[in-house]
C-alpha cells in the first residue's frame, strides 16, 4: 500500500507540453482515473519503446475513461519526442523535478549510472526498441530514474506506484489493467532474450 500524500503530490505543478500553461497534477486525476507514466528523458531509446508500450492501452484506457499521461522531467528532446509519435496521451514536463522527487525516483550517479546503463535488462530492451525501428540520444539530464502512477479518481486512492529500480525496468501491461481492473486487447511487446555472456 502507497503511503503517498495525494493532496501533497497533487499540488506540484507540470507544464503542458501542448499549451504551455502550468495545471496541478492532482487536476489530471479530477475528474477521471488517470495513468501517470514519468519517463527518463524524451530522448531515452528505452522510455520510447516503453511510452509506445504503454500507448497500446490508449484506446482501451479511453473506452473506460483513464487518462493516459506522460511526464518528462525536462523539455529536452520534446520536440523529437512529439514528432515520433512515441506516445498517445497527453504530456507535461516537471520542470522543478518535484514529483520525481516526491515519488522516490532515484537520481544516479556518474558511478552508478553506467552499470545500470549496461544492465540485462536494458540490453534486452535496447534491442527491441532497434528491432522496432526506435532510436534514441543521449541529451538532457542522462541520471534521472523515473516510473509509474496509477490515482483513481478524484484522488481516492493510488491504485500503482511503481519505482525504477534499472533504467530497464518498466510496468508490464498486465499489471496496468490489472491495477485498473479492466481488460485490454493488446499484446505487449516481447522482449527478445540477449545472451548473459555478451
Given at each position: 500500500m502507497s503511503t503517498l500524500n495525494l493532496a501533497k503530490l497533487g499540488s506540484n505543478l507540470l507544464k503542458s507540453a501542448t499549451s504551455g500553461e502550468n495545471v496541478e497534477l492532482g487536476s489530471l486525476w479530477q475528474d477521471q482515473t488517470a495513468v501517470i507514466f514519468f519517463l527518463r528523458r524524451f530522448g531515452?531509446?528505452?522510455?520510447?519503446?516503453?511510452?509506445?508500450?504503454?500507448?497500446?492501452?490508449?484506446?482501451?484506457?479511453?473506452?473506460?475513461?483513464?487518462?493516459?499521461?506522460?511526464?518528462?522531467?525536462?523539455?529536452?528532446?520534446?520536440?523529437?519526442?512529439?514528432?515520433g509519435g512515441f506516445f498517445?496521451?497527453?504530456?507535461?514536463?516537471?520542470?522543478?523535478?518535484?514529483?520525481?522527487?516526491?515519488?522516490?525516483?532515484?537520481?544516479?550517479?556518474?558511478i552508478n549510472v553506467f552499470p545500470a546503463a549496461l544492465g540485462k535488462k536494458v540490453r534486452e530492451i535496447a534491442s527491441k526498441a532497434s528491432a522496432d525501428g526506435i532510436q534514441g540520444n543521449f541529451s538532457g539530464d542522462l541520471l534521472q530514474s523515473g516510473g509509474m502512477l496509477i490515482v483513481a479518481k478524484g484522488g481516492e486512492k493510488v491504485l500503482l506506484h511503481f519505482i525504477q529500480d534499472s533504467p530497464g525496468d518498466h510496468v508490464p501491461l498486465e499489471d496496468i489493467t490489472k491495477a485498473l481492473g479492466i481488460t485490454a486487447s493488446v499484446q505487449a511487446g516481447v522482449r527478445p532474450q540477449v545472451r548473459s555472456e555478451e
Open positions: 531515452c531509446q528505452i522510455c520510447r519503446w516503453t511510452a509506445a508500450e504503454v500507448s497500446k492501452l490508449e484506446k482501451d484506457l479511453n473506452a473506460s475513461g483513464v487518462a493516459l499521461i506522460g511526464v518528462g522531467p525536462e523539455e529536452t528532446g520534446l520536440k523529437e519526442f512529439k514528432e498517445k496521451g497527453d504530456i507535461y514536463i516537471d520542470e522543478k523535478k518535484q514529483c520525481y522527487r516526491d515519488l522516490g525516483f532515484k537520481r544516479y550517479n556518474a
